[in-house]
């Protein structure tokens, strides 16, 4: 793929760029399932573009033959502010559409809008907050979710990446 410049409104988040993977492995939790560990590589792609193609897979081993997860989408910056989008599809059926603001080093987003398939299954996702943050050169992340039943944000994962490669 041929570099493009970094679209003036990521400036701000021009520390992000790249991808990045588990440096151990990251931890999920909920009150309604045994908590787990997994490995997870996420990907902030600039295509010249106020935002970044995002991808996150998630993985049940180390050597990343196990897929569990699979996220896509959009991290898109409004020019000239700190307020961020991030709007993803699930491979199991689920969008949403999170905002939220970039401060400093930190993103923090919140959903506004989830929809999931019709055949999607028992306990709906209804509401996630996100937080990617950069401490030390690693990029930390926690997610929270409630569910139809749980219905109080709880945290679900939490992991945190070294940056193995630069998009060019």
Sequence with gaps: MIRVPLHK??????WLEGTWRTENQGSGKYPTIKDFNYYDEI???SLGQPMFNYTAQSFSNSDLKKPMHRETGFLKV??????VTLISAHNFGLTTIECGEITDKTINLNSTDIT??????VPHVTQVRREFKLH???LEYVFYMATSNTPVLTEHLQAKYTKVSEEK
């Excluded at 409004?78 to 307020?83: A, I, S, V």
């Design 78 to 83: 409004n020019p000239g502010t700190n307020q």
């Design 9 to 14: 409104a990521l400036e701000s988040l021009a």
């Design 116 to 121: 999931r398939i019709k055949e999607a299954k």
């Design 43 to 45: 990907s902030f792609m």
């Design 136 to 138: 030390d050169n690693c």
